[in-house]
């Protein structure tokens, strides 16, 4: 007897999870103070993350969002995760980068822009630098990285390599290692230079990745998330 009555707790409470679980829609044509329904999807991944239980699903529409998604919470048990998940069919990317336009010609191929630091928020990427005996880019590099139409330019640590480079020897893409950068910060903006050769960079798609993760929740214990094969795929690098 005691047996068939655990059994029906059981059931009972796999029947309330079902009913009870949730599927937020989220759309680069949203809005956050919609309700998240097919019909008023959310506008960021992030604002359903945080809303998110054990057992809701987070549909995510076309389009690229630039934002990261810090999980509020996570599942229960395998059965009972909290799933992220492109719509059916669907392209979604999730980037760590932003679009930066603006940028004044100083001479030839060369142009310059310079960005206040509020811009980064609490974390500049361009004054944050890597070391290691493995990082090998002109001797210095960030953590920022710039792109034109997705791909990644050199960082170096002179303007006259940005002038004047030259093909980096130990790349196998030696043509495209003269598309050269370089950063400073001081106490109130930053300012990079870069060499786009014979690009407009305010006619192209040019992003500056500006984020430390995608997709990462800033503290641990947050568990079973699934992040369906069909979704939500950070861009590569940026």
Same mark, same amino acid.
Not at 121 to 133: E, F, H, K, M
Not at 175 to 194: F, H, M, P, Q, R
Not at 197 to 206: D, I, M, S, T, W
């Given at each position: 007897?005691k047996?068939?009555?655990?059994?029906?707790?059981?059931?009972?409470?796999?029947?309330?999870?079902?009913?009870?679980?949730?599927?937020?829609?989220?759309?680069?044509?949203?809005?956050d #103070?919609?309700?998240?329904?097919?019909?008023?999807?959310?506008?960021?991944?992030?604002?359903?993350?945080?809303?998110?239980?054990?057992?809701?699903?987070?549909?995510?529409?076309?389009?690229?969002?630039?934002?990261?998604?810090?999980?509020?919470?996570?599942?229960?048990?395998?059965?009972?995760?909290?799933?992220y998940?492109?719509?059916?069919?669907?392209k979604?990317?999730?980037?760590?980068?932003?679009?930066?336009?603006?940028?004044?010609?100083?001479a030839?191929?060369?142009? #310059?822009?310079?960005?206040?630091?509020?811009?980064?928020?609490?974390?500049?990427?361009?004054?944050?630098?890597?070391?290691?005996?493995?990082?090998?880019?002109?001797g210095?590099?960030h953590?920022?990285?710039?792109f034109?139409?997705?791909?990644?330019?050199?960082?170096?640590?002179?303007?006259?390599?940005?002038?004047?480079?030259?093909?980096?020897?130990?790349?196998?893409? #030696?043509?495209?290692?003269?598309?050269?950068?370089?950063? #400073?910060?001081?106490?109130?903006?930053?300012t990079?230079?870069?060499?786009?050769?014979?690009?407009?960079?305010?006619?192209?798609?040019?992003?500056?990745?500006?984020?430390?993760?995608?997709?990462?929740?800033?503290?641990?214990?947050?568990?079973?998330?699934?992040?369906?094969?069909r979704?939500?795929?950070?861009?590569?690098a940026?």
């Amino acid at each position: 007897m005691k047996k068939e009555v655990y059994q029906l707790l059981i059931l009972m409470l796999f029947i309330f999870s079902a009913v009870s679980a949730k599927e937020f829609h989220v759309s680069v044509k949203g809005n956050d #103070k919609n309700n998240g329904t097919a019909a008023k999807p959310f506008r960021t991944v992030n604002f359903a993350a945080q809303l998110a239980q054990a057992g809701d699903i987070i549909t995510v529409h076309a389009g690229v969002y630039r934002e990261w998604i810090n999980p509020k919470r996570g599942g229960t048990s395998d059965n009972n995760r909290i799933v992220y998940r492109a719509a059916a069919g669907e392209k979604v990317e999730i980037k760590g980068s932003e679009i930066i336009t603006g940028w004044q010609q100083e001479a030839g191929g060369i142009w #310059k822009i310079i960005l206040p630091n509020s811009f980064f928020g609490n974390y500049n990427p361009c004054a944050d630098l890597v070391y290691g005996d493995w990082c090998d880019n002109f001797g210095k590099s960030h953590t920022a990285d710039l792109f034109i139409n997705g791909k990644s330019f050199y960082e170096t640590d002179k303007i006259e390599k940005v002038i004047n480079p030259l093909p980096y020897e130990k790349t196998r893409d #030696k043509e495209g290692s003269v598309y050269t950068w370089l950063c #400073k910060v001081d106490t109130a903006n930053t300012t990079i230079w870069a060499n786009f050769h014979n690009y407009n960079p305010n006619r192209e798609l040019v992003e500056l990745s500006i984020r430390k993760t995608c997709f990462y929740p800033d503290r641990p214990g947050i568990n079973y998330i699934t992040i369906s094969s069909r979704c939500c795929v950070p861009s590569q690098a940026n």
